[in-house]
């Protein structure tokens, strides 16, 4: 082998030495659907039970972030027990999988709909609690997907669940 051909394969091997290559738009936006579709349900759910049953704005954003994280967990948890993990095993996938991805998601979304004028005290049948809460969701899946192609490019976040398929 001559020492330019030997010259890039050292290269290569010193650029790809954590054995991670980058991660693809389209992986990053299939990561960050699979996040939004948890979080949404969840989030969903406890706006409007915290709405339904009038609670003030604080509980009504807890229950709505609390469930946002189950939902968001529970997707990963139940397609990694799915491919054969225990579950001891799977709940630390879905934790190390998701924790980043929707606490992001769950940020910038309630911080749209906190500070949208009014939305906060809207009803479920105003357009503007809908709309705060689905543009919350677009502008959050938006800010998410570069912080995820980010980290399934370094082996983490939903690369973690990928091993395991």
């Known amino acids: 082998m001559d020492q330019s051909a030997q010259h890039a394969g050292t290269m290569h091997d010193h650029a790809d030495h954590d054995g991670h290559t980058g991660a693809s738009w389209g ?3 299939k990561a960050t659907l699979h996040c939004l579709t948890g979080c949404a349900i969840g989030e969903i759910l406890g706006m409007v039970v ?8 604080v509980p009504t954003m807890i229950l709505a972030i609390a469930l946002a ?9 139940f397609a990694v027990r799915r491919a054969g993990l225990d579950f ?8 190390a999988a998701d924790t980043v991805s929707i606490a992001v998601m769950e940020i910038v979304d309630n911080g749209i709909v906190a500070l949208t004028p009014g939305a906060m005290d809207a009803q479920l049948s105003d ?26 490019g370094r082996g983490k976040g939903h690369a973690v669940v990928h091993a395991h398929h």
């Open 27 to 29: 992986t990053a936006v």
């Open 50 to 57: 915290g709405t339904a049953l009038k609670w003030g704005n």
């Open 69 to 77: 994280f189950l939902f968001g967990y529970s997707f990963t948890l």
């Open 88 to 95: 001891s095993t799977a709940i630390k996938v879905a934790l």
């Open 127 to 152: 357009g503007l609690f809908w709309s705060a809460l689905l543009g919350g969701f677009a502008i959050a899946f938006v800010i998410t997907t570069p912080v995820n192609k980010w980290m399934i």
